[in-house]
């Protein structure tokens, strides 16, 4: 049944988990779409009055998209715009709202992933869902999708912001291993073709296969028609939150998209999409997240944990995109890529001059990151354990980073350090690499 067939009971939707779903769902948010029917006067909810809300204005001034970022060698002083938020405007941003999301910005990013990437929004083939950040929207799918026990395939190293999630809901963390071009297709194939026959397979692998946490890799598009293929093949979803969806041959992939690395990290929120996905997880998903009847919402599951949308930073984000338009927003992008790209430059080369020094033997070695904000590299230490040097000699010498550990499920011991470059000045990483080239120096010697 397709997802517009939705109704407002739980019976039809197919049992993926054991979820309990509310045969109910939420009925007083289910008809509030109902009140935008010509004609009808409403006597639903407890809206506060706007008029008593005490915020008559939201102005936000903005660089340009396309402006100098402050640290940039260009230098100049960048045009700065002004957008006011009021009206109407103000009252969505103010008001309560639709569960899923604004309305007008759900609209319009569907028109950017149109003109992004040729995927047309029409809640058939590729629904969309506005929540508050991609970790928020992560745990529901997971919640979604996994009972305890359930075997779930996941990279690694992984975004460790997926481990305690998981963790929470005791699934089976079946690690798949990767190398600088992302996902390992040979250790995917052999971790199914060895499943045991009597063991049910893996629900879902989650990867992220374009500029990777921790590692900065991007998998290259044959390995995600393989992975595509494979996902076909053994009847597991893909949980992913990068350009699988440029890849349309199967109903398999659930992506997450966020605005915090590239408009604010300050509750700027998140957008998920089922792409072509199986139809009983786009059923149960979508269900879980709204329910449908002939074209009108008629519940929202999702308010009994998230009653009310984030409506200002959405209706925040609605002015800038708006005003900015498509280009103006590929623009900033660029910008900004520009940007981080200068600094990762710039980190890397710092890591030669301590770690790979001319004539001496490497302390570490590493793949520059095609994507991201971070390297990921290993340290030639004999123990092969960057825990203990991070967490004990490195701290004594004032430098931290992240020990990789942290980012395999399993916990297991590794030589390698995730390491940040976005925000730092270069005289600072500079110094924070001979540092930590001290370090490692006097563990090696030491050894």
Not at 248 to 259: A, I
Request: proline fraction near 7%.
């Amino acid at each position: 049944m397709p997802p517009t067939a939705i109704n407002s009971t739980a019976e039809d939707a197919p049992e993926i988990s054991k979820l309990k779903l509310s045969p109910e769902a939420n009925v007083v948010r289910g008809l509030l779409p109902l009140e935008k029917t010509p004609g009808i006067i409403s006597l639903l909810a407890g809206k506060p009055n706007q008029s008593t809300f005490p915020i008559d204005e939201i102005s936000i001034t903005l660089r340009a998209p396309d402006a100098p970022q402050p640290y940039s060698p260009s230098g100049g002083e960048p045009v700065r715009e002004t957008l006011k938020i009021d009206g109407n405007l103000l009252a969505t941003a103010l008001q309560y709202n639709f569960t899923d999301g604004v309305p007008d910005l759900r609209a319009l990013l569907a028109d950017f992933q149109l003109k992004e990437h040729g995927i047309t929004v029409d809640d058939v083939n590729l629904q969309l869902t506005v929540g508050s950040g991609s970790q928020d929207l992560m745990y529901k799918i997971f919640t979604c999708l996994l009972d305890p026990g359930d075997a779930i395939l996941v990279e690694a190293p992984v975004y460790a912001g997926v481990l305690p999630i998981l963790q929470t809901l005791e699934p089976d963390m079946i690690e798949v291993e990767t190398d600088p071009s992302g996902i390992s297709i040979d250790h995917l194939r052999g971790i199914l073709s060895d499943w045991p026959k009597d063991k049910p397979k893996p629900k879902a692998l989650y990867t992220v296969p374009y500029g990777c946490n921790p590692t900065g890799a991007t998998t290259p598009l044959n390995r995600r028609q393989e992975v595509l293929r494979l996902a076909e093949e053994h009847d597991f979803l893909i949980l992913e939150g990068g350009p699988f969806i440029q890849v349309r041959f199967q109903r398999r992939v659930l992506r997450l998209d966020s605005f915090s690395k590239v408009l604010s990290s300050g509750r700027f929120d998140s957008c998920a999409y089922s792409l072509h996905t199986e139809p009983k997880i786009i059923y149960r998903y979508a269900y879980w997240v709204r329910n449908w009847s002939s074209g009108a919402h008629q519940g929202y599951e999702l308010a009994s944990a998230n009653l009310q949308a984030n409506s200002t930073t959405q209706v925040i984000a609605l002015a800038m995109l708006k005003h900015w338009g498509y280009d103006g927003f590929r623009a900033h992008i660029n910008n900004i890529s520009g940007f981080y790209r200068a600094k990762r430059d710039a980190f890397e080369a710092a890591m030669y001059k301590h770690f790979k020094p001319e004539g001496e033997k490497p302390l570490a070695e590493w793949t520059r990151p095609e994507a991201g904000l971070f390297f990921w590299f290993r340290l030639n230490v004999p123990d092969e354990d960057s825990y203990q040097l991070i967490s004990t000699k490195a701290l004594a010498g004032g430098v931290i980073a992240v020990p990789g550990q942290i980012f395999f499920p399993s916990g297991r011991k590794t030589a390698y350090v995730r390491t940040a470059f976005s925000v730092m000045d270069i005289e600072l990483v500079d110094e924070a690499l001979r540092r930590l080239a001290k370090v490692v120096r006097e563990v090696i010697d030491g050894a």
